[in-house]
């Protein structure tokens, strides 16, 4: 009997070849491959309106950005963040020189809590770097209040808030800047990239001088800049993309329906709350392990790489503990209960647009094989796959 594919914890969503390849042929005419060409102008144009902003800067990924905003914002001494996030959010304000300080967690949204900001605030603080963690708004508002009374900027990690909207209005719009990812194995992607959403034009501006080396002009140079800027293949590919993100979403809705429906009332398992007032993008599907789960969480995410399910354990180990953060006095694990606990529980199960029902009741099986419950039928009539979803 063959092997069943194997299942990774995401596949990128990738428009039909056929609808790329006069793109490529009007960069091949015109010879324009980068800085700032027509693909780059016509996609910061749509993608600000796509996602409800006023002013994008695109870059060549996300951890460029995010050293970028924080240079363009002169950002020095302290800033507080999260250690439950991708190494790339606390790298970035290494990179600039600033002290990362570990604040806990909230337990029910894994977001940075507000309290233990506070909390974290001293003389040297500057700024406040939260992450809307899997595509979960943080609480922008107690964020904002705290980042007013003590005069902190607030530069949020959005690289998994794609088109996350909260109270009607995109999530990016919060604090003083937002920097999205277009990584590979993102909701959204341009195979690298990412972007820096400014609230007015100066900033905007200063942005785009220093993703450009610092130049203004041909012979001006006005600041240390780096080369952040995305190239004119991954614009295109991003403005061809926008035509599909809305069907991709979609897709990932139902998917995570269907994983809440089956994995409802397992023992021991905790599915991560669906955000309130805010229409997610279902970038992750993360559940926690609990002691009350029949086997530990690492001898499940075992068990499914057994069956040739790749689930990942986002995020672990927590930054903290990696070699250049865990002198740090915030990295003492007694000071972040609860991000340790979630690091120590989580797997993200697969989920995106081409992952078919029949592979979530196969992913499923395992887990409730684990859990030692019953598992109940696949329905006859399975529904819409991703794949036919894409096509229609
Ligand atoms: N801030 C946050 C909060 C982030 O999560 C990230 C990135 C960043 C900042 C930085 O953004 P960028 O500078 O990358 O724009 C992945 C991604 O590489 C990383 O971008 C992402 N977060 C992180 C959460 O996940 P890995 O090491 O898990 O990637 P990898 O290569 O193991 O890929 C995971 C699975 O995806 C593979 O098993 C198969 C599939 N895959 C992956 C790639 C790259 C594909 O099917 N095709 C592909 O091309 O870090």
Redesign the pocket.
């Given at each position: 009997m063959s092997q069943p594919q194997p299942i990774?914890?995401?596949?990128?969503d990738l428009p039909p070849l056929a609808d790329f390849l006069p793109y490529l042929e009007k960069i091949w005419d015109n010879r324009v491959l980068t800085n700032g060409g027509p693909f780059h102008k016509q996609f910061e144009a749509e993608l600000a309106t796509y996602l409800g902003v006023k002013h994008i800067s695109l870059f060549t990924?996300?951890?460029?950005?995010?050293v970028t905003a924080l240079q363009s914002l002169r950002i020095t001494g302290e800033v507080i963040t999260t250690p439950y996030?991708?190494v790339?959010?606390a790298h970035s304000l290494l990179w600039n020189g600033i002290k990362p300080v570990f604040a806990d967690i909230d337990p029910t949204t894994l977001n940075l809590d507000p309290a233990r900001i506070e909390a974290a605030i001293t003389p040297q603080t500057t700024a406040i770097m939260p992450?809307h963690?899997y595509g979960t708004p943080c609480d922008v508002e107690a964020i904002q209040r705290i980042a007013d009374d003590y005069n902190l900027k607030v530069i949020y990690?959005a690289?998994?808030a794609f088109g996350v909207r909260r109270e009607g209005e995109s999530v990016l719009t919060h604090g003083d800047l937002s920097?999205l990812?277009?990584?590979?194995?993102?909701v959204f992607n341009t195979?690298?990239?990412?972007a820096i959403i400014s609230p007015d034009a100066k900033t905007k501006q200063r942005i785009d001088h220093l993703k450009n080396f610092g130049f203004v002009n041909e012979t001006t140079v006005v600041a240390t800049g780096i080369n952040g800027k995305m190239s004119e293949f991954n614009a295109a590919l991003g403005l061809l993309q926008l035509q599909h993100v809305g069907r991709a979403i979609e897709r990932r809705r139902q998917i995570d329906a269907l994983y809440r429906d089956l994995l409802a009332g397992l023992p021991g398992l905790r599915l991560v709350d669906k955000p309130v007032n805010a229409t997610a993008n279902q970038s992750y599907f993360p559940i926690l392990v609990g002691p009350q789960f029949a086997t530990s969480r690492d001898a499940l995410y075992q068990r499914l790489k057994d069956q040739g399910i790749?689930a990942?354990r986002?995020?672990y180990p927590l930054i903290s503990d990696f070699p250049m953060y865990r002198g740090l006095p915030s990295a003492d694990p007694a000071g972040l209960p609860v991000a340790r606990a979630a690091s120590a529980q989580v797997l993200c199960l697969p989920i995106y647009p081409a992952l078919t029902d029949e592979d979530v009741f196969r992913i499923v099986d395992v887990i409730r094989t684990a859990s030692r419950v019953a598992v109940p039928a696949a329905p006859a009539a399975a529904t819409i796959s991703g794949a036919e979803l894409l096509a229609a």
């Open positions: 990774y914890v995401t596949q990128p990924n996300a951890t460029i950005a995010l996030s991708f790339a959010t992450i963690c990690d690289a998994h920097v990812s277009f990584h590979a194995t993102k195979f690298e990239g990412g790749h990942r986002y995020f």
